[in-house]
């Protein structure tokens, strides 16, 4: 069996809630524990335990900013046995109390990973820029989700479909501009409000998004790898660049190269000048 099939069951458990620790992976790989603690760190640098308490850490910040369920409801669902131990080991982990963490004006990335078995693209090129703000014109496009992020559990396959239809049929550069909001809606956590459009558009509505600092990237992406490749921007590229998301939308420019589609994100941060000087405000 091999380390990324160990690495699936693992996250595969901690997305479900369910408990899991160094016994049940040997049961389900047939390796003893000392191997497999051994093989673990040897690919990901950290020992399981840590993992484990890391990954349950990053799917509670996601649950606290992008979702309305309860504090109490979050912690029973991660598995944990009570709602003050919880919050003892998400404040040892990021530094933040539960609360303090939902309201913070910044979304903290300290102590968030990503699952390391589908950490398998190259993001070399990234920056910081600043960027005046603006407006796109065009197609609201309305979408759902659901934490954990899967295909099946929301409607933002949809919208990604839509994209890439529409940049099949474009001959220029087209712009997604996205705000994402926690929701009451009871079946989804979060509601996506898009505008799919170009600067100047003469139809539809308008989207704008903020002046201030982003953090940039452009990779090349397809309709089957562009939400995971975001996913990994933000649940690894963050953390390794330690940056700190502040409120506002994302956007998203995609042009074709020939037969290559190319998508640049910026993503609203944290300048470095606030990040560095802020616990004297």
Known sequence: MTIMKILEFVDAHVESGRRTDISSISKYSG???????????????????????RRRMTRAALLLRLS??????????????????????????????PRQYRDAPCWPYKALIGRIARSLYDFSE?????????????????????????????TVEALVDHVFSAIAGAGHELWLVTEIKATSNGKYDYRVKSGLGIPGGKTGGDFPFRTGMYF???????RETHMEQFHHIYLDLFMEKKMDRVNGADIMIFRREGERILCTVFIPVVSAFFRHFRHLL
């Not at 524990?33 to 840590?50: A, D, K, P, W, Y």
């Open 126 to 154: 990234t920056e910081v820029v600043f960027m005046d703000g603006g407006t796109i014109t065009g197609q609201e496009i309305i979408s759902w989700g659901c934490i954990p992020y899967s295909p099946e559990n929301g």
């Open 216 to 222: 940039k990237t452009t990779f090349e992406t397809t």
């Open 68 to 97: 309305v369920r309860t504090i109490a409801d979050i912690s029973l669902s991660l598995g944990f046995d009570s709602q003050q131990s919880f919050n003892r080991e998400f404040k040892k982990m990021t530094g933040y109390a």
């Open 31 to 53: 390796y003893s524990s000392r191997h497999i603690q051994r093989l673990f760190h040897c690919v990901t640098g950290m020992n399981i335990g840590e993992y484990v308490r």
